[in-house]
C-alpha cells in the first residue's frame, strides 16, 4: 500500500532530524534533503548550494546529474535563482522560467530545453546567516500552494539549523575543515560515478544512483562508498568484475 503524503512527510522529517543529530555527516544530510524533497514534493528535481569559506556558492548535492549542471550553470555565469535566494535572504517562488528568460537568460534557456519550466529556491537561512540555498525544479508552470511552500521551507529550515548547530559547537578552524571536506567528499563522488560510468558503460545518472542506494542499504556515508569505488576496495570495487552491474536492483537485499 502506498504512503499518503502526511506520511511521506512525517517519515522524511523524522530522517532529517536523525540525519542532523546521529553521527552527523554533511553529504549524507544534504542528499537526504534533495531526495526528501522531490518524494514529498512530487517536484521534478532539487538541489543544494552551499556557502564555502570564501562566501562563494558550490554545489553540495543534486538529485539527478542533469539537475547538478543546471546548478554548476548557474555558478558558471552568475545567472539563476539559487544565486538569488541566497544573495537576498529572500525565497524565489514559483517563477514560470518562460516569462523570466530576460531575467536569468542562460539557466531559464537551459532548464526549458531540460523539460524543466518552473523554479523555487528557498534560502537556507537561521536569523542573519544564510549558509546556501535549496533549488525546487518543476516541469509543469501550477505554483504550489501555502502548504507545499511551507513543507519546502520547514525541510531547508531543518537542514539549515542542523548544520549550523553542529558547526557552532566546533573552532572555526574545525568548522572549516568539515566544509572542505564534504566539498572534498563531492570530488571524490564524481570520481567514482566516473569510474562506474567507464567501467559498466552506464550513464553518470545511474552510476551516481547506484552509489546513493548502496550507500543506504550499507548504512555508510556516501562518500566512503565512493572511495571505495574509487580506490578498487572491498565489494564495491570489484562488482565489475563478479558480475555485469544492473542499474535497477532493489535497494534492500533479499535473505
Not at 549542471?69 to 541566497?86: I, K, S, T, V
Not at 519550466?117 to 516541469?139: C, H, K, S, W
Not at 578552524?173 to 552506464?202: D, N
Not at 542506494?213 to 565489494?235: C, E, W
Request: glycine share 8%; proline share 3%.
Amino acid at each position: 500500500m502506498s504512503r499518503t503524503h502526511d506520511e511521506l512527510l512525517f517519515a522524511a522529517l523524522i530522517e532529517l532530524a536523525d540525519a542532523t543529530i546521529t553521527d552527523f555527516d554533511l553529504m549524507s544530510l544534504a542528499d537526504r534533503l534533495v531526495c526528501a524533497c522531490v518524494e514529498v514534493l512530487g517536484i521534478r528535481a532539487a538541489g543544494i548550494m552551499l556557502a564555502d569559506q570564501g562566501g562563494s556558492l558550490r554545489v553540495l548535492a543534486s538529485t539527478d546529474e542533469e539537475t547538478r549542471m543546471l546548478e554548476l550553470l548557474e555558478l558558471q555565469n552568475n545567472d539563476g535563482p539559487c544565486l538569488e535566494a541566497f544573495h537576498t535572504g529572500r525565497a524565489v517562488e514559483g517563477v514560470d522560467l518562460s516569462q523570466h528568460v530576460s531575467r536569468w537568460p542562460s539557466f531559464a534557456s537551459a532548464a526549458m530545453s531540460a523539460g524543466i519550466n518552473t523554479a523555487y529556491a528557498v534560502p537556507m537561512r537561521l536569523r542573519d546567516q544564510t549558509i546556501g540555498a535549496l533549488n525546487l525544479f518543476l516541469e509543469g508552470t501550477e505554483p504550489f500552494g501555502p502548504r507545499e511552500l511551507g513543507v519546502a521551507r520547514v525541510m531547508a529550515d531543518m537542514a539549515t539549523i542542523g548544520i549550523i548547530n553542529n558547526w557552532s559547537i566546533r573552532q572555526q578552524e574545525v568548522l572549516a575543515q568539515q566544509l572542505q571536506s564534504a566539498l572534498t567528499s563531492r570530488v571524490i563522488i564524481e570520481q567514482a560515478k566516473g569510474v562506474l560510468a567507464e567501467r559498466e558503460g552506464l550513464s553518470m545518472g545511474k552510476a551516481f544512483e547506484y552509489l546513493r542506494r548502496t550507500a543506504r542499504s550499507s548504512r555508510r556515508p556516501l562518500a566512503d562508498v565512493a572511495r571505495d569505488m574509487v580506490n578498487g576496495d572491498g565489494a564495491v570495487g570489484s562488482l565489475g568484475r563478479s558480475r555485469r552491474f544492473d542499474p535497477v536492483v532493489d535497494e534492500e537485499p533479499t535473505a
